[in-house]
């Protein structure tokens, strides 16, 4: 709307209300006097016009009842004209009482008007909103070429909140060209009911049998387990048609539900369980208003620990990756958050430990979210020295620029192949959690590690793979068909962490609840099935054999370590009966770090051995798939 027909409607808007706080006030006399014209004061209706007049029309001004527009007038807008009017009787009251004092002024009069004029205002507005939604130019010319566009008719699965929210959007917004047909739920108390005028048919497994034509399917339960989904998506199946879904409450930061949330249904609804409760108190109390340093910001699990810290309104984002194009992304998206808040994005790399020195001595960080490592299996097979370097070298780096700028908080990103590892990967986060563990005896620093699976959706899994292979029509390859993983959303994980980091107190190793393991051909028969395709039908399988370093099944403690539950049902503690000195640890870890610089797969790998017995386990034949000249 241009500023001249802003001013315009404000003009019009104004009129109407000068003419209902007239005829009000008229008429709360009118009733006063019991219809008696003769018993009205001429004098005193039109000096109480005009003072409710002004202070009337100032309320509303004050209140920004025409700052709004009317035709998507709202309750909250209802509310203001409550508040409005009522300040501007109040004000009237007053303003009568100290030009003409009270002796002759009937007081319900007041009271008459101020039921008669809040009424008629709420009225005016709700009126025009109902035109605009009913009989407006937009719904006009929607009916006019109702036969040349196509509307879809859509089923909802799920009468609640989110249901509610999309159909009053759909509604409010016909340049949609949804039409919702009908809701099912597994509520019968609900079955029969409307929402909206649109009638609740049935439950969820009565969607195939009940003769409604449609052409789509919104799965609208942002709560749904795994279970749940996996039923639900069985039954959308089954008629053939597409379905998408709403976000779970997880993703849904905002709690905002709309059409543009909506989403094809992923691998993170089937695996995915129930709602993360956070303790949203207990993790402000270490963020809000505290220094944030997030190492890995633009990697999977650190850009979601950024979205979720600027949630809690820390005074300084503290974005470190090495990564340009990774730290662009996530610089972009703080830029353009709906909740601003103060960052610095550095580019670097942990392995700088002078660099990490200068920034701490800059910004001080209260918090440190230590999520950079390299992560991928096989290519940390191929070059051992570059796991060392930044998964050993890089932590112990932090760590003493937290011990040398006294940082509150230091939260390792750690992972179950850290257990009892088989690969180079895995024994250097072991040797990075065991330098966490045991540097927190001796320091005021809280240092902690949080250690779970795999992340559906993170860079280097096993999910975006099988769905480019799925993409170019296979075939999907497996490496073994018993072979099982845990996993978990992305944003589970970031959430947890951040849990995790409210409950520690230094020297804790928590473990994050994955839920049972999942056979990898599972998933990749399910992946296939939810692009409309038949495993081993139209897309082939083929099993190549375990990659080098990989377990059959991954675990999330060692036989030394016990769990313990904590106050939060997804995290437990580890307890570990061996006991480790900082000395001890740090000259390993120096000794490994050395042997990393020789660039040679014989020699790293052989000290790494030497100090955790699990990697002695492998088998030779692996160790030919390395690298056989030294660099």
């Not at 006009?140 to 008719?153: M, V, Y």
């Not at 270490?286 to 979720?308: P, Q």
Request: hydrophobic share 40%.
């Amino acid at each position: 709307m241009n500023r001249n027909n802003r001013k315009t409607s404000l003009i019009k808007f104004l009129s109407i209300d000068i003419i209902t706080i007239t005829l009000s006030i008229g008429n709360s006399f009118f009733l006063r006097y019991e219809s008696d014209l003769t018993l009205i004061d001429k004098n005193l209706l039109l000096n109480v016009v005009v003072i409710l007049l002004f202070t009337k029309i100032l309320s509303f001004y004050y209140f920004g009842l025409y700052k709004g527009i009317w035709r998507y007038t709202s309750i909250n807008d209802l509310i203001n004209i409550l508040k409005a009017s009522s300040l501007g009787s109040l004000l009237g009251l007053s303003f009568y009482a100290l030009i003409y004092g009270l002796s002759d002024f009937p007081k319900s009069v007041l009271f008459i008007d101020f039921i008669l004029c809040t009424t008629l205002l709420c009225a005016s507005r709700v009126a025009v909103r109902f035109y605009y939604s009913n009989y407006s130019v937009n719904n006009k010319k929607k009916d006019q070429f109702s036969f040349s566009l196509k509307r879809k008719n859509l089923i909802m699965i799920g009468a609640g909140n989110s249901s509610e929210k999309i159909i009053r959007e759909i509604i409010d917004n016909p340049t949609m060209h949804y039409n919702v047909v009908g809701l099912f739920d597994d509520d019968n108390n609900k079955i029969g009911a409307t929402i909206h005028g649109i009638p609740i048919v049935g439950s969820i497994d009565s969607i195939s049998s009940i003769l409604i034509a449609f052409d789509e399917i919104i799965i609208c339960i942002p709560t749904a387990t795994n279970e749940q989904m996996r039923r639900i998506v069985a039954i959308c199946k089954s008629t053939g048609k597409p379905y998408r879904t709403v976000p779970t409450l997880t993703e849904l930061m905002d709690g905002k539900v709309s059409m543009s949330t909506i989403r094809d249904v992923s691998m993170v609804d089937l695996l995915g369980r129930q709602e993360v409760q956070l303790d949203h108190s207990s993790i402000s109390q270490y963020i809000y208003g505290k220094r944030v340093l997030v190492t890995g910001a633009g990697g999977s699990i650190g850009s979601e620990l950024v979205r979720n810290c600027m949630s809690f309104d820390p005074d300084l984002l503290i974005l470190f990756d090495q990564s340009e194009h990774n730290l662009f992304n996530i610089e972009k998206e703080c830029e353009l958050s709906d909740h601003p808040i103060a960052f610095q994005s550095i580019l670097g790399d942990i392995r700088d430990k002078a660099l990490l020195h200068r920034l701490f001595s800059s910004f001080k960080p209260d918090v440190v979210f230590h999520a950079a490592a390299y992560k991928h299996v096989p290519m940390q097979e191929k070059h051992p020295w570059e796991a060392v370097l930044t998964n050993i070298q890089g932590t112990l780096n932090l760590i003493d620029a937290a011990e040398n700028y006294s940082v509150d908080r230091f939260v390792l990103v750690s992972t179950d192949k850290a257990v009892n590892p088989s690969n180079i990967m895995g024994a250097t986060k072991h040797i990075a959690e065991k330098l966490i563990h045991t540097k927190s005896y001796e320091s005021s620093v809280k240092y902690m590690a949080v250690r779970f699976g795999n992340v559906i959706g993170s860079s280097g899994s096993v999910i975006p793979t099988f769905q480019e292979q799925i993409k170019n029509g296979g075939p999907v390859t497996i490496t073994d068909p018993n072979m099982q993983r845990y996993f978990m959303s992305i944003s589970e994980a970031a959430q947890l962490i951040l849990q995790a980091g409210a409950l520690g107190r230094g020297g804790e190793i928590y473990v994050l609840d994955m839920g049972d393991p999942v056979n990898i051909k599972d998933i990749a028969y399910e992946l296939i099935r939810l692009s409309g395709l038949e495993p081993e039908k139209d897309i082939s399988i083929e099993y190549i054999g375990s990659r080098p370093g990989e377990k059959m099944y991954e675990e999330l403690k060692s036989k030394t370590e016990s769990m313990v539950e904590t106050i939060h049902d997804k995290i437990l503690m580890l307890k570990n009966q061996e006991r480790y000195s900082w000395l001890q640890t740090h000259k390993i870890a120096l000794e490994i770090v050395e042997s990393s610089k020789s660039y040679n797969f014989s020699e790293i790998f052989y000290i790494l051995s030497k100090h955790i017995p699990s990697l002695k386990n492998k088998k030779q034949e692996n160790l030919s798939n390395k690298i056989k000249t030294d660099r």
